[in-house]
């Protein structure tokens, strides 16, 4: 029984409208992976993808060390409410991917304690934090995972299209598995040997609550997910304010007094600054290229009153900085999409 290198998943040659399908007998990937590798394309609807309770369901019952990979960038959207049911007994390095598309605002020991107190907040233990990126080598990254694992197997865990597979990649010095910008390319359990440690790489658990799942196009991805260095664009604004982000949300704010409001989104998405007053008229009459895959008068409200400085976190878009005044923040988004307040990263 053969496996496809990149995803995973068994081969198979009958069946070509399936998950598997190689035209060749000896191919050692599937043809979807083959396409995604050679042009970025997706002949599978990406959305149905893998049950997140099969997969921790099965690595609570094993002895291991889980390594979580989590996109430092869309950070909250890398997590679960229900992680805690099923990794309460794990050890837990996790894996932060794409730092180097972050300012160098923040030093690593700080982030660090921030990505602790985050995960303690969903009661896990988190034995040590390490980093992935162009300033980064994946020496630390394997040293560290070899350290705790103790001769245990190393199951990789963390949402669709967090670097998972490329991060694997990087340890093992080669391009092997899949990895691409679209949600959900690995599929099965797929295990590798690397420097004589066990490792599981596993599909993406499925996040219902990020925003790339509700695409009107899916190809729209490649506009929302940051490639490069993220440029910060700023606001230093009075009284009340409305930004949209393309079509694929609104945030009002309120009883702001030089309150500074910074945006850390992918370079490609547009923001439209205007008054609130004005802000719904110009939401409905708009034709936006990248948009959600519902009408924008179906959008839900989220209200958010002062907590002090904060964070408001979309998952799958990014997060807002706010400091300094405001009275309430209001977003209007997919009404699955994961929309919460947190203390500030940056």
């Known amino acids: 029984m053969s496996k496809c290198r990149g995803c995973g998943i068994v081969l198979q040659h009958e069946h070509p409208n399936q998950l598997g399908y190689s035209p060749k007998k000896d191919a050692l990937y599937c043809k979807r992976c083959f396409r995604i590798n050679h042009y970025g394309d997706v002949t599978f609807d990406m959305k149905k993808g893998i049950d997140p309770v099969d ?22 959207a890398s997590l679960m409410d229900s992680l805690n049911r099923h990794l309460y007994n794990k050890e837990i390095v996790v894996v932060l991917t794409k730092k180097d598309l972050i300012p160098a605002t923040i030093g690593d020991d700080k982030l660090a304690k921030f990505v602790k107190k985050r995960f303690e907040y969903y009661g896990l233990h988190v034995v040590d934090v390490v980093y992935t990126g162009f300033h980064y080598d994946s020496v630390t990254v394997k040293d560290t995972i070899s350290k705790h694992s103790q001769n245990r197997e190393v199951v990789v865990l963390g949402m669709t299209n967090v670097g998972k597979s490329t991060m694997l990649n990087s340890l093992m010095n080669t391009q092997t ?59 230093q604004t009075q009284k009340e304010q409305s930004f949209s982000i393309e079509g694929l949300c609104r945030i009002d704010f ?4 030089k309150t500074s409001i910074v945006f850390y989104k992918s370079n490609e998405l547009c923001i439209h600054r205007g008054k609130v007053i004005n802000a719904q008229q110009y939401w409905l009459n708009q034709d936006f290229k990248i948009k959600l895959n519902i009408d ?11 907590q002090g400085n904060c964070d408001v976190v979309i998952a799958g878009l990014g997060f807002i900085s706010v400091k300094g005044p405001y009275t309430a923040i209001k977003v209007y988004t997919h009404p699955n999409v994961k929309v919460l307040q947190r203390e500030v990263m940056l």
């Open 55 to 76: 997969i921790l369901s099965k690595v609570n019952k094993m002895n291991c060390l889980v390594v979580w990979v989590v996109d430092l960038f869309d950070f909250e």
């Open 177 to 235: 598995l899949t990895a691409s910008v679209y949600p959900g390319t690995t599929l099965d359990f797929n295990e590798l040997k690397i420097d004589g440690v066990t490792y599981m790489d596993t599909p993406g658990l499925e996040n219902n609550q990020s925003m790339i799942m509700y695409l009107n196009k899916d190809s729209d991805a490649n506009y929302i997910i940051p490639h490069k260095l993220i440029k910060p664009i700023g606001f």
């Open 254 to 257: 309120f009883g702001l007094d």
């Open 296 to 306: 924008s008068s179906e959008y839900k409200e989220t209200t958010f009153n002062y």
